[in-house]
């Protein structure tokens, strides 16, 4: 079993910064992928940025430019750094690792942009 914990959400304004972070245990001894997706009331949830071993940086299109992840592989914790936040950013964020090709979801984590 893999557990996530993620933290760092809240409210801020339009403009502001939110950092998240996802911190993952258990049995991740061969983490495929690590990364962010979200989902607003209403829709369906959607990739925000992604990063498999080795590989490069994924971002949704919406985002780039402003959002930047990373990961801490001693620590096993990836992190969302959202800068220039706008209101359509608000949602409730995922955390995702896939371990050995089977997907593990945080428990969610709500960020609102609102002035």
């Known amino acids: 079993q893999v557990q996530l914990v993620e933290s760092g959400g809240g409210l801020v304004q339009p403009g502001g910064s939110l950092r998240l972070s996802c911190a993952a245990s258990?049995?991740?001894?061969?983490?495929?992928?690590m990364g962010w997706y979200r989902q607003a009331p209403g829709t369906q949830r959607e990739l925000v940025a992604t990063?498999?071993?080795?590989?490069?940086?994924n971002y949704a299109d919406s985002v780039k430019g402003r959002f930047t992840i990373s990961k801490d592989n001693a620590k096993n914790t990836v992190y969302l750094q959202m800068n220039n936040l706008k209101p359509e950013d608000t949602a409730v964020y995922y955390c995702?690792?896939?371990?050995?090709?089977?997907?593990?979801w945080g428990q969610g984590t709500q960020v609102t942009v609102s002035s």
């Open positions: 258990g049995s991740i001894s061969s983490i495929y992928a």
């Open positions: 995702n690792v896939v371990v050995l090709l089977v997907p593990y």
């Open positions: 990063i498999i071993s080795g590989g490069s940086p």
